[in-house]
């Protein structure tokens, strides 16, 4: 049966005694409200006074119920299920949270449920079903912002000013040939690359993607030209492919293949910086734009500029060794090398002496 219902309903059927014993076959607990964001929200919508309350049906997934036995009555007036031995299987953050408004005298009546109710005695179609609403694939951040005006919009403008393929969902376009598929920008990593070099962040970068499309969003894709996010995946590109050259390679020190491996969103910050002094933006977009050009010309283009970039990070790092006796993953995940390139870039030779760099 699929049928609607009161969030004061599911509330109030949440509370029977024993608490909780109708998520007994929920394979997840209650994640509380103030920590964390999704029930978060489900508590705003559903206690509002703008309007959102009345939106409640359509914003959240429902709630997905088994019991043994269920009847119906079709009354216009009052219609309602009696159902036998139910269980909440999927949805006890939203039963939960709507419980929580209930008891602290915040729930709207305009709130409705969408349910899902399984009528079985079968035990094992009730642990099939427990899993497979409980088992979809995970929505993250990428997902959620796929379809923002913005992202849409670099989507166009990078295709029509370049020619090249902005990826706003995983394996958005199958069916390109080899010869346009290496034209492919996924926005993740176009994300990433930006925060490392113009945002000149590469340990977050590196170390925290989902930042990307949390605090860092509005800085990095409400900000960027089209043009500095190319030219940042370019480098961060070239970099990847270096990080993989040198690793494999059997005549070069162990710790150039750790900068290499490690520090490589650290050299595209580096790389960014001595390509075009960190002038970006709409402004400088035809000097960008031109910079795009002559690297679609061939990765000898990156060669000079990576070579410099590397030998700064890695002096920074063998700087560092003995004082820094952290792993050199960690290193690279630590926000104190941020600074030390941003001084090493930018004091003049005489400050970074006095300072001791």
């Given at each position: ?7 004061k ?6 509370k029977i ?36 309350p009345?939106?409640?049906?359509f ?10 036995h ?36 915040l ?18 179609l009730?642990s ?13 951040g ?25 990826e ?15 034209k492919?920008?996924?926005n993740?990593?176009?994300?990433q690359?930006?925060?490392a070099?113009?945002g000149k ?9 989902g ?15 089209v ?8 480098i ?8 993989k ?12 293949k750790?900068?290499?491996t ?12 001595l390509l075009?002094?960190?002038k ?6 035809e000097?960008?734009k ?9 990765p ?21 060794f ?31 002496e006095?300072?001791?760099?």
């Open positions: 049966m699929i049928c609607s219902t009161k969030g309903d599911i509330a109030v059927l949440s005694e024993p608490k909780d014993a109708i998520f007994d076959m929920n394979v997840r607990s209650f994640y509380g409200i103030e920590n964390n964001p999704v029930n978060s929200d489900i508590f705003k919508t559903c206690t509002s006074n703008n309007g959102d009345s939106l409640f049906w914003l959240n997934n429902g709630i997905t119920m088994v019991c043994e269920f009847d119906f009555t079709n009354d216009p007036d009052h219609p309602m299920v009696d159902l036998k031995n139910v269980q909440i299987v999927n949805g006890c953050q939203t039963a939960v949270t709507l419980r929580e408004a209930y008891e602290k005298g729930l709207k009546d305009s709130v409705n449920v969408l349910l899902r109710i399984y009528e079985t005695k079968n035990p094992s009730t099939r079903i427990t899993l497979t609403t409980n088992n979809q694939n995970k929505i993250v990428r997902d959620l912002k796929a379809n923002d005006v913005v992202q849409s919009d670099i989507q166009k403008i990078m295709l029509d000013r370049f020619g090249y393929y902005y706003r969902k995983n394996r958005e376009f199958p069916d390109l040939p080899p010869d346009k598929k290496i492919i920008v996924p993740d990593k176009a994300g690359a930006y925060l070099i113009v962040k590469p340990s977050i970068a590196r170390g925290f993607l930042r990307v499309w949390d605090q860092h969003y509005d800085e990095i894709f409400k900000h960027a030209s043009e500095d996010l190319l030219l940042t995946y370019m961060h590109v070239y970099c990847n492919k270096m990080s050259t040198l690793k494999k390679a059997d005549d070069i020190d162990e710790i150039d750790e900068v290499a490690y520090g490589s969103y650290h050299i595209a910050r580096a790389m960014g910086f075009v002094n960190d970006w933006g709409n402004k400088e977009r000097k960008i031109n910079i795009i050009v002559s690297a679609e010309k061939g000898a283009f990156f060669f000079d500029t990576y070579n410099k970039a590397f030998d700064i990070i890695k002096n920074i790092r063998m700087r560092d003995n004082k820094n006796k952290q792993t050199i993953s960690y290193y690279f995940k630590a926000e104190p090398v941020q600074m030390a390139i941003e001084n090493e870039l930018y004091l003049p030779p005489s400050l970074k006095a300072a001791g760099f």
